[in-house]
C-alpha cells in the first residue's frame, strides 16, 4: 500500500525470493550502524555477528527479526560468517552480506529479486562505488584484483568483487563454509574462487546499487594503517599460497611491499 507521498515502504512489497540478512560489528553499538539502521525496518530477518571485545549493548536488539549472535571476542570475519550459517540451517533464500557501514537502499531486496530471476544466479554482485568509481564487481587476474572502468569488462573467469552487498542462494552453503584460516581480508575473493571451481553462477546486480568507504586505502592514521597491514599481510599471503604456483608468490610478495612501502613511508609523509 502506498503512502501519501507514493512512496511504497520496503516491508510492504511482497517478494517470492526469502532475503535474509548477515553482517557483522565490532566495538560498535548498532544504533551506530549504517546497515543495521537502514535494515532493520525493511521486514527482512537479520542475524548480527558480534565480534566485540567489550559489551556494546546490543543483546537490547534482538527482537522477532532481529538475532544477536555474540562470538565471544574478535574471531574474525570468516568465523563469523559462519556462525551465521549454522543459525540459519534449514532454511531457504539468499543471504545477502553487508559490511556494518554500508547503507543498504529501500529498493535493494526488489531489485535484487529482479535481478536474481533475470539472471538466475547463485551469487549476485551489486554494483558498489567508491570515491574512485566501481569498486565491485572488479576482475581478478591470478591473484590481483583490479576496478574495472565498465562492467562489459567482466567475464564468468575474471569476475569477482567484496562480501558487502553481495547476495548467495543458501543451497550454495549446503556443502562449504568459510575457511577460517582467514581473518579479515580476501575471504570474498576467495569464495568466489572457491564457487567457480563448482561451477556456480556469479552474475553482477547491475540495477543494484551501493556507496561504500574502503578503510585499506586510508593512511591517515599510520599506526592504524600498521595493525591493518598486518592482517592484510597474513590473509593475502595465504590467498596467494592457495592459489598456487610461483608466480602468484611473486606477484602477492610485491604487492605486499608496495602496501608496505605506502604506509610506512609515503603514510608517513602524508601524516606530517
Given at each position: ?11 510492504e512489497i511482497i517478494m517470492s525470493i526469502r532475503f535474509f540478512a548477515v553482517t557483522v560489528i565490532y566495538n560498535r553499538s548498532l ?143 549446503g556443502n562449504y563454509r568459510y575457511d577460517e584460516n582467514y581473518f579479515l581480508d580476501f575471504i570474498d575473493h576467495k569464495f568466489l ?5 563448482q561451477n556456480r553462477k556469479i552474475s553482477s546486480a547491475r540495477s543494484v546499487e551501493l556507496k561504500q568507504s574502503f578503510s585499506a ?56
Open positions: 500500500m502506498e503512502g501519501a507521498d507514493g512512496f511504497c515502504p520496503l516491508k544504533r551506530d550502524s549504517i546497515s543495521f539502521s537502514t535494515l532493520k525496518d525493511t521486514g527482512v530477518e537479520i542475524f548480527v555477528c558480534d565480534n566485540s571485545t567489550k559489551d556494546m549493548g546490543n543483546t537490547a536488539f534482538e527482537g522477532e527479526n532481529v538475532h544477536i549472535l555474540s562470538m565471544g571476542g574478535n574471531v574474525g570475519l570468516s568465523k563469523a560468517y559462519n556462525r551465521a550459517l549454522d543459525a540459519l540451517a534449514g532454511k531457504n533464500g539468499y543471504v545477502c552480506l553487508f559490511d556494518d557501514d554500508t547503507a543498504v537502499p529501500a529498493d535493494y531486496f526488489s531489485l535484487m529479486e529482479k535481478e536474481i530471476e533475470k539472471t538466475g544466479a547463485d551469487i549476485l554482485l551489486p554494483t558498489v562505488f567508491d570515491g574512485r568509481g566501481y569498486m565491485s564487481p572488479c576482475k581478478i587476474n591470478g591473484v590481483v584484483a583490479s576496478a574495472v572502468s565498465s562492467l562489459d569488462e567482466l567475464t564468468a573467469e575474471n569476475i569477482s568483487g567484496i562480501n558487502s552487498g553481495m547476495a548467495v542462494n543458501l543451497e550454495v552453503f574462487s572457491d564457487m567457480k571451481k586505502n586510508d593512511f591517515g592514521d599510520v599506526g592504524a594503517a600498521r595493525r591493518r597491514f598486518s592482517i592484510f599481510k597474513k590473509d593475502y599471503s595465504l590467498f596467494c599460497r592457495q592459489a598456487g604456483g610461483l608466480k602468484n608468490r611473486i606477484v602477492g610478495a610485491l604487492v605486499i611491499a608496495k602496501r608496505f612501502i605506502n604506509i610506512n613511508f609515503i603514510g608517513r609523509l602524508r601524516s606530517k
